[in-house]
Structure formats: structure tokens, C-alpha cells
């Protein structure tokens, strides 16, 4: 079946970087784009921006512009986002979810949660 | 863009009929999409492109509008339908969200 798996739950300090990876299975990687959505605790959904697994590109909501970073490695069917300059309001739930028709997504990652402590 | 959905919270009994409101800061045409979220769960796909039902979502839920008013409907709520719902507008970067629907239970 269509499945996107994603990374444990990390820690991070502020100031750092996280790598939250991706992985989708049952379809064609390449086939559909990847968005990314966070959620903070108790909050609602925030897009961050969408990848084209099949060339790379990306495009990148301007709030997260300069700090986020979303590639790709299609010979393990694989998408990941690059967050830098963590600060505690960046602790949050990650999805990588499937762009479906009307680019509306209809599967998701079972989120990362991403928690940024000191 | 920014999307206000009405109401943030709402009481309703199995059996009602609810509906949630959508509304765009701009046009939208019909780059809408709903979602539920049940607690400690990603989002699932009802709706897009305003009004079409995603393949295996119950025929209770329906989505209308167009430009910038949308409205979900769900009738005759079952126990499952208890969640927070959300919208998004698919037209303009960067794609929003409403801030959620929470459907309780009364």
C-alpha cells in the first residue's frame, strides 16, 4: 500500500539543525511531489513549502525561506527537510504528505515530532 | 491568503447535521481542500477542489463554493466524525490553513 514513513522523534538545542527524512513506498517516487506541514503543540497546520522529487525543485513557503532545506534521493525513494537555526517555537509535529489532484495531499507521513530545548 | 473558519469549536449530537465556513481573504477559485485530524494523528484527505469527495470518505460529507465562501457539511453525524477539520487554499503561495474546526461532542 501507499506509505510515507518518516524519522523518529529528535531533540535538538537551539541554534541547531534538524534532518527529518521520508520515506514513500507503493508508489512511484518520482512520480508525485512531497509537501511538508508542521504542527506545534495544540496548534493548527502550517505549510512549509513542496518538493518535485522527480527534478528537485522546491519551493519554499517565505516565512521558512533561508532556513529550510528540502532534497531528495530518488535511489531510496527518500525526501528529506533541512530546518537550521532551531529556536522553541520550531518545536512541532513534521509531515511529508503526497500531492494529490488540485494539489491537495492524501497521504501522509505519521508526522516527526521535533522538540528544541535547551 | 488567509483563511477564517467558522465556527473554532462547535457541540453537536450523533444524528446532527453541521456546517463548517470557509472563508478566503482573496479569490481562491476552487483550490480548496477539507481534512480531519483526530488527536495524535495526521490530517485525512476529505475533500478537494472544493466539492469533490476523496475516494472511501462516507457520502455525509460534502464540500461546496467557489471564489472566496466554502462550506463542509456533514450530515447525520456518526461517533467517528468527532475531530478538528480543517481547510486549505490551494491557489496562492504559501498554501494556508483555517486555524480548525474542533466538532465535540454534546
Known amino acids: 500500500q501507499v506509505q510515507l514513513v518518516q524519522s523518529g522523534a529528535d531533540v535538538k538545542k537551539p541554534g541547531a539543525s534538524v534532518k527529518v527524512s521520508c520515506k514513500a513506498s507503493?508508489?512511484?517516487?518520482?512520480?508525485?511531489?512531497l509537501h511538508w506541514v508542521r504542527q506545534a503543540p495544540g496548534q493548527g497546520l502550517e505549510w512549509m513549502g513542496w518538493?518535485?522529487?522527480?527534478?528537485?525543485?522546491?519551493n519554499y513557503a517565505q516565512d521558512f525561506q533561508g532556513r529550510v532545506t528540502m532534497t531528495r534521493d530518488t535511489s531510496i525513494s527518500t525526501a528529506y527537510m533541512e530546518l537550521s537555526s532551531l529556536t522553541s517555537v520550531d518545536t512541532a509535529v513534521y509531515y511529508c504528505?503526497?500531492?494529490?489532484?488540485?494539489?491537495?495531499?492524501?497521504?501522509w507521513g505519521q508526522g516527526t515530532t521535533v522538540t528544541v530545548s535547551s | 491568503i488567509q483563511l477564517t473558519q467558522s465556527p473554532s469549536s462547535l457541540s453537536a449530537s450523533v444524528g446532527d447535521r453541521v456546517t463548517i465556513t470557509c472563508r478566503a481573504s482573496?479569490?481562491?477559485?476552487?483550490?480548496l481542500a477539507w481534512y480531519q485530524q483526530k488527536p495524535g494523528k495526521a490530517p485525512n484527505l476529505l475533500i478537494y477542489a472544493a466539492s469533490t469527495l476523496q475516494s472511501g470518505v462516507p457520502s455525509r460529507f460534502s464540500g461546496s463554493g467557489s471564489g472566496t465562501d466554502f462550506t463542509l457539511t456533514i450530515t447525520s453525524l456518526q461517533p467517528e466524525d468527532f475531530a478538528t477539520y480543517y481547510c486549505?487554499?490551494?491557489?496562492?503561495?504559501?498554501?494556508?490553513f483555517g486555524q480548525g474546526t474542533k466538532l465535540e461532542i454534546k
Open positions: 486549505q487554499q490551494l491557489n496562492t503561495y504559501p498554501y494556508t
Open positions: 518538493i518535485n522529487p522527480n527534478t528537485g525543485d522546491t
Open positions: 504528505a503526497r500531492v494529490y489532484r488540485y494539489s491537495s495531499v492524501d497521504v
Open positions: 482573496q479569490g481562491i477559485s476552487g483550490y
Open positions: 507503493g508508489y512511484t517516487f518520482i512520480g508525485y511531489y
